[in-house]
């Protein structure tokens, strides 16, 4: 596969996931608070390469990369995400400015599971949730391990594992997994968009 394919692989798995977890998010109400970004300000959030890809592709298209990679240079360790866009002194309270082409973290957060050492699922969320919504996640953490249907983090990262190895295996800290994500994109169309047919003589 070429980086454009590896791409819109990676947006349909996104698509098949987004499936499941609105079906997990409506039965069992654990839905973020509404206007919550503590977990989009946190600068320590990590991320791979290729799960970006759709979004450096998109930012690409609409000539946006530039502009975009200018903005990441000037970012430090300390720097919340770039698609995050705050609406309160403490960055607490804002939304996603690009939600369609939000990375797998932001994805799986809130509305999948992980196995602990006894092989039961939990459900990874935050402590926003688990106290704001105390009834509600103590409901659906017994019916995940029943016959409540819950994307497994685990299974969804191994689909990307089987796309690029390489863009997955190395979690970075988010804006610099979009950096070199739009960096990757502006290669790879450099070169595919600037490469000249070879004369018919040789062939």
């Given at each position: ?5 590896k791409?819109q ?123 704001g ?9 017994k ?18 594992y ?42």
């Amino acid at each position: 596969m070429n980086l454009q394919e590896k791409s819109q692989e990676v947006r349909r798995v996104f698509d098949e996931l987004d499936v499941e977890t609105k079906a997990f998010l409506e039965a069992s109400k654990l839905t973020c608070i509404p206007g919550c970004g503590f977990c989009c300000s946190n600068p320590k959030v990590n991320a791979s390469v290729l799960e970006f890809l759709p979004l450096a592709f998109d930012l690409y298209d609409k000539g946006k990369a530039e502009k975009a990679l200018e903005m990441l240079e000037s970012k430090d360790e300390e720097s919340f995400c770039i698609i995050y866009k705050s609406m309160s002194l403490d960055n607490t309270k804002g939304f996603c400015s690009d939600y369609t082409n939000r990375g797998l973290i932001c994805r799986l957060f809130s509305s999948s599971s992980r196995k602990n050492k006894e092989g039961k699922k939990e459900i990874i969320t935050c402590k926003k949730i688990k106290e704001g919504k105390k009834s509600e996640f103590e409901a659906a953490s017994k019916s995940i391990n029943e016959d409540l249907p819950i994307p497994l983090n685990s299974g969804i990262y191994n689909q990307l594992y089987n796309i690029d190895f390489q863009l997955t295996a190395q979690q970075l800290p988010i804006n610099q997994a979009i950096k070199k994500a739009i960096e990757v994109v502006l290669t790879y169309k450099f070169y595919t968009e600037n490469q000249e047919p070879e004369a018919s003589e040789n062939f």
